[in-house]
């Protein structure tokens, strides 16, 4: 019976041992660490491995290419047997374009380094053409990858995954980071985006760190704010009504948040889908520009807009620049203009004048009809309720300008 017994406890002690030499060493350098809870989650997911020596190294930089894996890595599940899959909700935030690309071009995609060559070129490729990066932001790709090189693949991968936040909020909220002036003005834009969203943080003398190399940690936490919103950090400074924020479509077929400077211009937002139902089909919603079509074909030009097919095609528009607290329509000066959209022009005004839509109506007729005739007209200044309206004339570009600046 003992001898049994003692058996019994022999196979379970070398059952516990076999259990335990199966998983990672514990890394031997994190306890402690800012970063330790985010490292071993991560590392249990096969982001990032330790070291032999059973270290992680977390104040090490990281380089390009070793970022770019890890990006993609990020948006995998990885399965017992080793195979990982993208995760149903990074497919689901692609456009249908980038979708296309994975389940075409890179079917056979098995998140393992090359064999043969570069080790790095299959995740390379792929961040690429899903414009997650731009091949020649980085010459080599070995490099040390610093802060601001960082912030720039957050702003695009947030471009393809997401929406991009209000730039002028973003631009505005940024420049509490100390160093953000040293910035160069397109690194500004990423790193106005990267700390609104909360992906990356200032440190704790409110510097962004520009020039700095991303170490191992940082790469790991920036990573999980990206794939994880709820670790996300609290940074922009958001209005007080969230009903001034719209997520709006882009002409790439993204999307952007903008914040609008009050509730009459964020209805006003509304009020363009509205009177884009005017046109039926032959209007196109960009941002805060309503575009106003005669026809589908039209439409179809301007929409795939390119090299062998330039110019606006768009007959007239009704806008709005939330940064100026400005508004606008603008007409071309072609016959039958203004018989398809004037009821859609209508609709815009008399919300924006109210009662004062009749005096506008008077101005923009007026206006309107002499540059038609191919009169030279000067800018004219006129103040309607409480906005100052400029009318302006393009005889050559055969187009007119009424911008509706609010004083109210």
Same mark, same amino acid.
């Given at each position: ?6 058996? !019994? ?13 199966? %998983? ?5 350098? #994190?306890? =402690? ?5 985010? #490292? ?24 390009? *290419? ?9 948006? @995998? ?22 979708? =296309? ?15 043969? =060559? /570069? ?13 997650? #990066? $731009? ?27 997401? /929406? ?13 980071? %100390? ?22 943080? =200032? ?5 962004? %760190? ?15 704010? #990206?794939? *994880? ?17 719209? !997520?709006?479509?882009?002409? *790439? ?49 301007? !929409?795939?807009? $390119?090299?062998? $097919? ?16 400005? /508004? %606008? ?15 859609? !022009? ?9 009662? *004062? ?23 004219? @200044?006129?103040?309607?309720? $409480? ?22």
């Amino acid at each position: 019976m003992i001898t049994r017994l003692a058996l !019994i406890c022999v196979l379970a002690f070398a059952i516990s041992n076999t259990v335990k030499a199966a %998983g990672p060493a514990p890394l031997t350098d #994190i306890q =402690g660490h800012w970063a330790e809870q985010t #490292i071993q989650r991560l590392v249990a997911l096969g982001i990032l491995d330790g070291f032999p020596d059973g270290t992680f190294r977390p104040n090490e930089p990281v380089t390009a *290419d070793q970022f770019v894996k890890m990006l993609l890595l990020s948006y @995998t599940t990885l399965y017992p047997n080793g195979e990982r899959v993208w995760t149903d909700s990074f497919l689901k935030s692609l456009s249908t374009a980038n979708r =296309g690309i994975l389940q075409q071009d890179y079917r056979d995609f098995n998140f393992k380094p090359s064999l043969n =060559g /570069y080790w790095a070129k299959p995740f390379i490729d792929v961040a690429s053409d899903l414009h997650l #990066i $731009n091949k020649s932001q980085f010459p080599d790709f070995k490099a040390k990858l610093k802060r601001e090189q960082v912030a720039e693949i957050v702003y695009y991968t947030m471009k393809e995954t997401e /929406y991009l936040e209000d730039e002028p909020l973003s631009l505005a909220n940024a420049r509490m980071l %100390g160093d953000f002036p040293s910035a160069k003005e397109r690194e500004q834009r990423f790193i106005a985006e990267a700390f609104g969203k909360g992906v990356m943080e =200032g440190y704790p003398n409110r510097y962004f %760190g520009i020039g700095q190399e991303v170490t191992r940690a940082e790469a790991l936490a920036i990573l999980e704010r #990206i794939t *994880d919103k709820s670790k996300r950090k609290s940074t922009l400074r958001l209005p007080n009504d969230p009903g001034l924020e719209k !997520i709006v479509p882009t002409k *790439d077929g993204g999307y952007k948040k903008v914040v609008f400077s009050g509730t009459k211009m964020a209805a006003a937002y509304q009020v363009l889908g509205e009177a884009a139902k005017k046109r039926g089909t032959n209007y196109d919603l960009v941002e805060t520009t309503l575009k106003l079509y005669k026809d589908a074909e039209t439409k179809a030009k301007d !929409i795939t807009l $390119n090299v062998t $097919n330039p110019g606006s095609w768009e007959e007239a528009s009704l806008w709005i620049e939330p940064e100026y607290r400005t /508004y %606008g329509v603008t007409v071309k000066l072609q016959d039958g203009v203004l018989a398809r959209n004037q009821e859609a !022009i209508d609709s815009y005004v008399n919300y924006l004048f109210s009662y *004062d839509a009749a005096t506008f109506r008077e101005l923009f007729n007026r206006y309107y009809s002499k540059a038609a005739a191919g009169a030279s007209l000067e800018n004219e @200044t006129v103040k309607i309720g $409480n906005y100052a309206v400029e009318a302006h004339a393009d005889v050559q570009g055969k187009t007119v300008v009424f911008s509706i600046l609010d004083n109210g």
